[in-house]
């Protein structure tokens, strides 16, 4: 429809739970309110130590480059506000109303938890409740909006209690497991680790130092208090049970619809805005769940969600083998939609660049792509199924449409990356779904669906290499006709029906032309007569040179006018080339033939044998006519 509004949502996938809990509640949101179609962009880290990753993973958000969207929301996520400020420079490039909600971009509105609300409650509890003066505050390095209010907090509380702030307990880390584990020792290396308590801005930093402690025999929160901010339910799967703001995800799209549709509307917005949340006080705070059951509940429905994202990984892997091992890139389109339904999966397109599928089943075409280009002008649904279209194969479409049919009210479409390394090979579309697919699990599909992509190039290449090989084998380099092998190789395709026809060529002469001109000539002489039987060969039958001066053609044609016409059509072609060539030599060819009919079948033997036998008859008789003459 002209009149539906396109509204992206930039997410990045680094916590799979609130991920599906955002897309749900924008689309619904969008969808109640009308005349919205909801476009999400989502991938697996695309910016990493300050570099920006366009290619593989985060090559989805070039597809921003293509739509003109009437507006954008970027979920916090992403995790780096320079990653949000690049992506952000894209969308209102195009004078596209943008709000972000838990990240900051340069200049957007946007819309984040009141973490200085419950930074100053946290750190209250821990320095009036357990008495704690030696605290840690471990930051994200995205300079992120969260952190900025938590150390704000850490500091008032700290000057309200009389305890002296202490830079070196204040230290920002990216955000990873790994680096989680890492902390105690550099607590201890900077002469920090009597810590009585370690606040964590990201939940993922606080569980790896959790396993890291327990690894080194200290017991939480007996031994040591371990805190988050930005805490996430999905975190209760692992250990602690952590604290942190539960963040009301749902309230916070929809407040972030409506600051849009304000900015849509020409509305002045303020720049920071914030909503609510609520502090959970988990066991690693040395607290009692006073909401056991409803967390026991919550905690029962992610491990749920988890076993089923593992049946989805070995529904995959089942498919898996076999989408290795396509020869064809239909068989890849077959084997990818096999593989997708097999785990449950409808309404989805796979779309590559027109320009590669040329390139992945031609071992003679470069990549060839647009300078700062990764997608093509024109995609094609290699593979798709919906309600709206059916089933699909090989269907073009302009890269502005995204996906190969009509946009309508209320739709959301999900993108996600297809490609191989750094190659980028075009993106899956989901339609009409919240999560078809976990979107963990969809890492492993997509690098499935580009080194299939990749290892399908590869066999192309070595099954065209083998093919050369095989044709260096079985033909002539001096003629270009099939040789003995090539015979061998060919014949039972027409001699199986026993309806065949064996005629043998026989050049006459060869040795005065050889005595007399040369042995480049007898070459040449050789080549001519091998043009002109080539061109007597009609599309179906095989042409091979059989010995030095002879020739074979094996035909399923069993007419016998054809073949008591064969020596009219030599003469009168060969005739013409010696004309117009002005060959100072004659050239002549002597033939015989012998059939196999259903009525006396004669083996292809017995058939070369007595064509042999008609030849050198025909040759004789020739030679007695041109000695008469």
Not at 19 to 37: D, N, P
Not at 497 to 503: D, L, P, R, S, Y
Not at 513 to 518: L, R
Request: proline fraction near 2%.
């Amino acid at each position: 429809m002209q009149d539906t509004k396109k509204i992206a949502l930039i997410i990045n996938a680094s916590n799979f739970e609130r991920q599906k809990v955002i897309i749900k509640a924008a689309h619904q949101t969008l969808k109640e309110r009308g005349g919205y179609a909801l476009y999400v962009f989502s991938n697996y880290g695309a910016f990493y130590d300050d570099s920006w990753h366009n290619h593989g993973e985060g090559a989805i958000y070039d597809l921003l480059n293509y739509v003109r969207f009437d507006g954008c929301i970027m979920e916090g996520n992403l995790g780096s506000r320079q990653l949000a400020s690049r992506i952000a420079d894209r969308i209102r490039g195009k004078g596209t109303p943008l709000v972000t909600i838990n990240i900051q971009a340069d200049d957007a509105p946007f819309l984040t938890i009141d973490a200085y609300k419950a930074g100053y409650e946290l750190m209250e509890h821990l320095t009036g409740k357990h008495g704690c003066t030696r605290i840690n505050l471990v930051q994200q390095d995205s300079g992120d909006v969260i952190s900025i209010q938590m150390e704000k907090a850490y500091r008032e509380v700290l000057a309200k209690r009389g305890i002296a702030y202490d830079a070196r307990r204040v230290v920002t880390r990216q955000v990873s497991i790994q680096n989680g584990r890492g902390l105690y020792e550099e607590f201890l290396e900077s002469g920090i680790g009597d810590a009585e308590a370690v606040i964590c801005v990201h939940d993922v930093m606080a569980i790896g130092l959790c396993l890291e402690l327990e690894d080194r025999g200290f017991r939480v929160p007996d031994d040591m208090l371990l805190c988050t901010l930005n805490y996430s339910t999905n975190s209760i799967v692992f250990r602690p049970m952590l604290t942190g703001a539960d963040r009301k995800d749902e309230e916070a799209v929809k407040a972030g619809c409506d600051l849009l549709e304000d900015m849509m509307a020409g509305k002045a917005v303020n720049r920071e805005n914030f909503y609510e949340c609520k502090m959970h006080y988990g066991t690693s705070c040395g607290c009692d769940d006073h909401e056991s059951l409803a967390y026991g509940k919550r905690y029962q429905e992610l491990i749920l969600a988890k076993v089923e994202a593992a049946t989805q990984v070995s529904g995959m892997m089942q498919y898996n083998n076999a989408l290795e091992k396509v020869d064809s890139l239909d068989q890849l389109a077959d084997n990818l939609k096999g593989m997708l339904e097999g785990i449950s999966c409808s309404d989805f397109f796979c779309c590559l660049n027109q320009s590669d599928l040329k390139y992945i089943v031609n071992e003679e075409s470069e990549r060839k792509t647009e300078q700062n280009r990764i997608y093509d002008r024109t995609m094609v649904a290699v593979t798709g199924i919906s309600k709206r279209t059916g089933a699909l194969k090989n269907v073009a479409f302009p890269v502005e449409k995204l996906f190969p049919a009509e946009v309508r009210e209320g739709d959301l479409l999900i993108f996600l990356p297809v490609h191989y390394k750094e190659q980028d090979f075009g993106y899956m579309v989901f339609l009409n779904v919240y999560f078809p697919i976990e979107i963990y699990n969809y890492r492993i599909c997509h690098e499935s669906i580009g080194s299939s992509i990749e290892n399908l190039r590869r066999q192309m290449i070595m099954q065209s290499n083998i093919q050369k090989l095989d044709e260096l084998h079985m033909k002539d380099q001096m003629t270009g006709l099939y040789n003995r092998f090539g015979l061998q190789r060919f014949r039972d395709d027409y001699t199986s029906g026993n309806e065949f026809t064996v005629a043998i060529m026989d050049m006459d002469g060869l040795k005065k032309v050889n005595d007399e001109f040369g042995h480049l000539a007898g070459n040449h002489a050789l080549c001519i007569i091998a043009k002109v039987l080539q061109e007597v060969t009609e599309e179906d039958e095989l042409l091979v040179r059989y010995g030095g001066d002879e020739f074979l053609l094996l035909s399923r044609n069993t007419r016998p006018e054809h073949w008591q016409g064969l020596r009219e059509r030599i003469d009168r072609i060969l005739a013409d080339k010696v004309s117009r060539r002005q060959i100072r030599y004659q050239l002549g060819v002597s033939i015989g033939y012998a059939m196999s009919t259903k009525e006396k079948p004669v083996p292809i033997e017995e058939c070369c044998e007595m064509a042999d036998q008609a030849m050198y008859q025909d040759k004789s008789n020739r030679k007695r006519l041109r000695a008469s003459r």
